[in-house]
């Protein structure tokens, strides 16, 4: 089969097909590549699909025999009239009907060219003489050798570019020899000249005896739609309409076509995206010995093979011994001129053109002393929106593949979030990754998230690079930095993956955010490279699952969705089986499974990804019903590691509540100020919203204890400064004068863990520090001892005041039992002398991942990840 397949299919000058590859290779479609089809390998435009299904019945019902939709976008993009242009059923469709439409005995075609120009010829009835293209000339033309070819009552059909060379001939050149031989009819060919940089398209001549012909296939990627177009003066133009059967291009081609010649930007990105892979595939090609490329400006390169020495082999043994690797290329031996050491290869993208390489390599014995690395398995969680699961799945899946035996890591590209974490390296990521890596039994690793935006603005970042800041950057100026952090990103997977059996991916928001998906690096752009299958995670206690599957595929492009595996429904409260008929019809209409319907997990126990979830009220519990102690916790817009507070939430006796407004504070037993990305417009919030007169109101009562955390430590000193401008415009302003304190933000970031002892409690504590701010203390005494015998924090002189940078300090189980205590007692209540709860995260990562290993379908999971 595989010899068949070799010398007939990849040979048939109409690419392999996906499933004869498949068969003759006996890997499975996924895993294949046609390099003998040249078709543009940006897939479809991504608009396709709509102009498919809109009005939809109207195109099927309601046939157009004049074109006259499709015909307007041809002359309005190249300013030609109507009657000047042919529409067809393909421009092969054309290429057939031209011969039989001209009184012309001959056609002369150099060669090497696209076979049927002599076939269509030949079959009516013409005498077919063929013009060399010499190979010693790199395939040009040599217009005055071709001029001696030129009686009169000729046609000459020219390639532009060549297929399958992918030479352009000079126009200058061609405009002359046609003005100089009016009666012979000059076809160009410029199926592939969109492809082409800069170039101007011949079928704006207004040379009576040239006829121009486009075809919408390769550069559309739509062969299966069959389009193309023909313009020539208005009576050549009536005799090739003559040839052409009645209602040949049906709507739906004609709609598609329409709406590709007015897609200017896909043109744009296309070319580019081409030049940069051709000129990367042809320098990878001519550094292996024994391959001869020729320069070409399409979608392909014409390469040949030297055939010198005992082991040499030909065109048919290389695509033979490619094609035991699921790939195809074009054997050019039936191209007049050319014999088997020629062959073609389409240009595809970065990663595929790679493994053709790699391929060819191992096929010529080039690099049999080298063991290829094998990829590292890899899945990525996507989502229908922000907060559908993706960061709690993956770490429900990174515990069951570690309960399962296997070393497994987990990876986000890109996070976007307040909630950070600085590892023992001192350097910053995302919380959510923390906790994965946590369920991973792994030390948090900033290869993990190598990318951490941390928003300081509506339209701002801080941009936190390898776990290092970098520069605070407007949404622009990302957009233009995004090839660098891509690139940071990529690396940081590699060498992840290098040490690890498995990789779970996570992705971020959508992957159907059409204003985003260009310069996407963290969802389907990050998916190809790691090779990892894609499943969709949808909240259905939002309502609209299926509809979000749905329309997330219909708006995705088509190498994007050949990415998507299948789906997974989440948070779902009720039976299963009511949902048969929606899975059934979602997997119908999308070619995807549903694979898993993960229940609704009340109290899971674990930190929440970001401020999302707290400010939708994750961390809001119901009053307990026993002795409690009441803490007000004081929502920011810029609040950030509001984890530092889930502990609290855990214990049976505190009743911890969020304060969003000033008539909500009340009398708590105490108020914290939590951290804040931006603290100068975060008290400048207090302010406004009349919380800070609440809270000076409840420490002159000596109601309530306050506590600040970093950015709210700050808030209750006298002032803050921000000199470098780095949250303001370099302003100064007062605090709540609580505590006796200045703190100036500097550019240099403190990243640092810590362990220290609370001096009053003799608690040791722990955690991190991720600060611009400097602090001095005046008057007052310290609240931490730290090991180097530095002390830090503040606490006023009566201790109900107090405030720390240190991140987690109510993470340790002792401390944080003699704080509620403290309340208890402040409260009448008595105190209970002994942990109550342990703030251990490994009974929820069991509990999570026995829930969800029941209610996915594993072996599935198992089968995408080739294990």
Known sequence: MKKEYSENAANSGHGGNIKKISKASGLPPDKVLDFSASINPLYPPEWLRSVLSRNIEQLIHYPDPDSTEFVNAIGEKFGVDRDRIVVG??????????????????????????????????????????????????????????????????????????????????????????????????????????????????????????????????????????????????????????????????????????????????????????????????????????????????????????????????????????????????????????????????????????????????????????????????????????????????????????????????????????????????????????????????????????????PDSDTGSQIILNGKPVANMTVEEYISYKPKAFAAAQDAYDSLASEHDVIILEGAGSPAEVNLKHDDIVNMRMARYADAPVLLIGDIDRGGVFASFVGTMEVLAEWERKMVAGFIINRFRGRSSLLEDAISYTEKYTGRPTMGVIPYIKDLGLPEEDSVSYKSGILDRPRPSEDHVEIALIDLPHISNFTDFSPLSEEPDVYLRIVRKADELDRPDAIIIPGSKNVISDITYLEKSGLVKKILAAAKSGSSEIIGICGGYQMLGREIRDPSCLESTGRSLKGLCLLDLVTVLEKEKTLTRQQAIHIESGCEVHGYEIHHGQSRAGNGEFALKMPDKTLAGTVSKDKMIWGTYLHGIFDADQFRRWFIDRLRTGKGLPPINRVKTRYDLEPAFDRLADTVRSHIDIKQIYRLLGL
């Open 89 to 454: 059923n393909g421009s092969t469709e054309i290429i057939f009907a031209l011969p039989r439409a001209l009184e012309i005995s001959r056609a002369v075609i150099p060669v090497p060219s696209y076979m049927d120009y002599a076939t269509g010829a030949k079959q009516a009835g013409l005498t077919v003489e063929s013009f060399r293209l010499e190979e010693s000339r790199a395939f040009e033309i040599n217009w005055p050798e071709l001029t001696t070819h030129l009686h009169g009552n000729e046609i000459v059909i020219l390639g532009q570019p060549n297929n399958p060379t992918g030479t352009l001939f000079n126009t200058d050149n061609f405009v002359n020899t046609a003005k100089k031989n009016p009666s012979t009819i000059f076809v160009i060919d410029e199926a592939f000249a969109d492809f082409v940089d800069g170039y101007t398209p011949l079928v704006q001549s207004s040379l009576k005896n040239v006829i121009t012909i486009r075809s919408l296939t390769k550069f559309y990627a739509i062969p299966g739609l069959r389009l193309g177009f023909a313009v020539a003066s208005p009576g050549i133009a009536k005799q090739i309409r003559g040839q052409i059967l009645p209602w040949t291009v049906n709507t739906l081609a004609q709609a598609v076509g329409a709406a590709a010649l007015k897609d200017e930007k896909y043109a744009v990105r296309t070319r580019e995206f081409v030049r940069v892979q051709r000129d990367r595939l042809k320098a990878d090609l001519s550094r292996i010995p024994g391959i001869k490329v020729f320069p070409g400006y399409a979608n392909y390169l014409l390469a040949r093979l030297n055939n010198k020495g005992p082991n040499s082999i030909n065109g048919h043994d290389l695509a033979g011994r490619l094609l035991e690797n699921g790939i195809a290329i074009r054997i050019c031996d039936n191209f007049e001129g050319l014999d088997e050491r020629y062959f073609r290869v389409a240009v595809r993208t970065e990663s595929e053109n790679k493994r053709l390489i790699s391929a060819i390599k191992k096929a010529l014995g080039s690099v049999r002393s080298i063991k290829q690395k094998k990829q590292t398995p890899a899945l990525m969680f996507q989502g229908t929106g922000s907060d559908a699961g993706k960061s709690i799945l993956t770490t429900a899946l990174c515990r069951i593949l570690l309960q399962d035996g296997i070393s497994i890591a987990p990876f986000k590209a890109q996070n976007m979030s307040l909630n950070s974490f600085v590892t023992r390296s001192g350097e910053e990521m995302g919380r959510a990754q923390v906790v994965q890596a946590q369920a991973c039994r792994l030390d948090p690793d900033v290869r993990m998230n190598p990318v951490l935006l941390k």
